[in-house]
């Protein structure tokens, strides 16, 4: 729960992971807040959610997030709605740790005490108020950075193959299935974007210019833990922000 600044309104929220499947069909353009209804409710059910928040959704963001209301008898919600949503995206765009974009978010307001008067709950006061609770959720929520990882394919000759094997798994890498065909070897394997600037040296120096690559994207992973807080800092600093994160007592409030 988090208030708005002048105190006189309180939001609840909670926030989920979204199903793999769910990202998928917004990524892909099958769902978004042009479907219609019916057939989002269906597309929803058919995805394992219940008929009521299929019912509910609110907001659906192109990245793979969506907002969901799940008040039930809540006075003003829907003059309010507009400015929760602005909280919403909001924070979609400048995530808990490092203000990066977010993905793969299922929000749920699932309580909403507003003010009678209109005056206390404007956009000034229920967007901060959002922005907060959603913070709060996320920060409480273990989040985590990903990183996009590289799909890589090298054609190499075959007494090369341990060779190959070293380079990828000194970019933080790893082989996935060799093939021979006749005296060339096909390496097909993982490696993280941020390990490939040095990748043509490395690979040309270790295989004496013998081995030919293609990559492809292939999929965001989360990034190691070892690595979370360092790069965390670096971004921040970056960014001009203070290089660690806000705790989550900054953004909840207590009845």
Known sequence: ???????????????????????????NGKISENTEASELRQIL???????????????????????????????FIQESMDSIKAGFNDVLQNGPLSYENCRGLKVVLHHYVPHEDPAHRTYAQLMPASRRVMLGCLFSAQPTLLEPILGIEIRCPIDMIGTVAGVISSKRGKMLNVDQKEIVAIVTGEIP???????????????????????????WSAVPNSMQKDIVAQIRKRKGLPEVPPGIGEFIDKE
């Open 193 to 219: 974007v941020s390990e490939t600037f040095d990748l043509s040296e490395s690979m040309r120096g270790a295989t004496a210019g013998k081995a030919i690559w293609t990559t492809h994207f292939k999929l």
């Open 45 to 75: 059910r058919d995805n394992g959610w219940d008929s009521d928040e299929s019912r509910k959704v609110q907001a659906i963001d192109s990245a793979g997030n969506m907002l969901v209301d799940s008040t039930k008898g809540v006075q």
């Open 1 to 27: 729960m988090a208030r708005s600044p002048n105190r006189h309104n309180k939001l609840y929220m909670r926030v989920e992971p979204l199903s793999d499947s769910v990202i998928d069909l917004i990524r």
